[in-house]
Every structure is written in C-alpha cells, then in structure tokens.
C-alpha cells in the first residue's frame, strides 16, 4: 500500500511504526470529472489573473500579502513570516496517543478524512501494531491522538476495522454546528400511535444489508455517458420533467408505502430484500 507519511503510533513507552494511507480517492467528494473553463469562440482555456482594480493592472506574486477583514474595507494585514512563527514545528513524526474512548460514544459526524495506517514493511515490527488492533477489537475502544503534518496540528481518532487500524482526522468541536433549532422542532411536534406503527412497518419491510457496491453515483454515469456521446457527435436528449408527487395525508402515505413493500416494491413481512446485482462499471469517457 502506497503511504503519503511515515511515523509512528506513540502511547506511553510504546512506539508502534505505521504509514498513513487515503482511504477514499481525491475525488470521492464530487465527480470523478473535472472541467476546463474555455472562451466559447475559440475554446481556449480562461487564464485567471491577479487584478488590483485600484491601480487597474495585474499583480505579481510578490505584490500579494494576506489580509483579514475586520471591517468593510478595513483589514490586517498577515506576512508569511507571521504565520510561519505560530506553525507547528514538531519533527517527532509521531501520533501521540491521549486516552482511549469507547468507539460508540464518538459521534461520526466529527469525521473529517480516512486513512488506513498501514503496519511496518519489517515483519518483526508489525506484532505490537496487531496486539493494539486486537486489544481495541475486544474492548471496543478507539484511541484520541494528535499530529503535526507539513507544519499543521490535526486532531484524530484511530479505530479497528477488520484487521487494520483506521484513523479519523477530525473536526474541532467549534466547526461542528449545534442540533439545538432540529431538536427543538421535534421536541414540539407529537405523533400518533397508528402513524408510528405504520412507520415500523415500512422500516421492517424495506430491512436489507449494507452493500457499498450498491453506492452507485447514477449522477456520474449519465456524465458519462453524455461526454462519450458528445465525442461521437451524437445528439443529447433532454429527459422530460418528472411531474411532482401529489400532497397526500401522511397516515394514507404510509398505508401506501407499507401496501408497495407487500407487493413487490419491498420485501415485506420483515424479510431481507433478494440481493441486489452490483451495477456494471462503465468505461468513463476520456479513461486512459
């Protein structure tokens, strides 16, 4: 496995060596296509320039400092050499472990980016990294740690998953934004008895297993499809507008939902749906 860091896992006396590897690819976050903004006429690529409109000419790089807003037109200027003074200078290499936590006590949405932290190359060094994977596997624990990489602090959690240890980045407890207008909403807003079982209903029929090969991006592949007719020259269709559902009582809405599982559309009477097929991959259009 291709490693972007090397260091090691460090926890009292004990040094684990381990390398970090993305677990999702530069793209998982949007589509895997990127575009090109081009001049209509004669499709040349748009140049972005630095333009003062004060003086009204373009500005080189060294012409550039940063500045933080304060006010309308008021700002503070910040010099690289200010910056640099305030940036993490630890040359440890090392994931300082703080405590171990209960791994269900960690809420998700704290997540940031995965990697998978690969064990040593040299067989004699990867028995402390699985007697760590094993002892958080039986207790259920995940580790609280802290790195510096390129100069920059990161908070993260490191867990077992299947026989390797994953690791979190994750967000700060200021960038995480507070539930409290939701839960207030719901705390206000009661429901019925037949409603509620209704909804059991519904969640019992549709009850499957989680298949990633099902997490298929229709978005990307009609892309696709569309650039790889655009190359031949074909004609695009534009699909016509789905006409939008009627508004219906809700207890109506799920005596149709859990009648649609019973007759096809889901499993019903609390079975797993069939397994699906996993969807054929398409050859993405310009995939060298």
């Given at each position: ?191 019925q008895e037949p409603e509620l079982q209704l909804a059991r209903q519904l969640i019992d029929g549709l009850v499957g297993e989680f298949e990633p090969e099902a997490l298929h991006s229709e ?54 749906p069939a397994k699906k097929v996993a969807p054929k991959k398409r050859a993405a259009a310009g995939r060298k």
């Amino acid at each position: 496995m291709r490693t972007i860091w090397n260091g090691s896992l460090s926890f009292g006396l004990v040094t684990i060596p381990v390398g970090l590897a993305p677990a999702t690819t530069p793209k998982a976050r949007s589509s895997d296509v990127s575009f090109r903004t081009l001049h209509r006429e004669c499709k040349t690529p748009i140049k972005q320039k630095r333009w003062c409109p004060t003086h009204e000419r373009e500005v080189s790089n060294d012409e550039i400092v940063k500045g933080w807003e304060v006010s309308k037109g008021q700002f503070v200027i910040v010099e690289e050499a200010d910056l640099e003074a305030i940036a993490q200078h630890d040359t440890s290499r090392a994931i300082d472990i703080s405590r171990f936590v209960p791994l269900e006590q960690v809420d998700p949405l704290f997540f940031d980016r995965t990697y998978f932290l690969a064990p040593s190359s040299a067989a004699g060094q990867r028995r402390p990294y699985v007697l760590l994977l094993e002892a958080m596997k039986e207790t259920g624990m995940a580790a609280i740690g802290r790195m510096v990489i390129r100069g920059n602090e990161n908070f993260c959690l490191i867990r077992p998953k299947g026989d390797a240890l994953v690791l979190e980045t994750l967000f700060l407890a200021e960038d995480v934004r507070s539930q409290a207008e939701i839960d207030e909403a719901v705390g206000e807003t009661e429901v019925q008895e037949p409603e509620l079982q209704l909804a059991r209903q519904l969640i019992d029929g549709l009850v499957g297993e989680f298949e990633p090969e099902a997490l298929h991006s229709e978005y990307r592949q009609n892309l696709r499809e569309l650039l790889e007719a655009k190359l031949k020259g074909e004609e695009i269709s534009v699909p016509e507008p789905v006409a939008e559902a009627p508004v219906i009582d809700l207890l109506e809405a799920l005596k149709q939902s859990v009648a649609a599982t019973k007759t096809g559309s889901g499993a019903g009477d609390g079975a797993k749906p069939a397994k699906k097929v996993a969807p054929k991959k398409r050859a993405a259009a310009g995939r060298k």
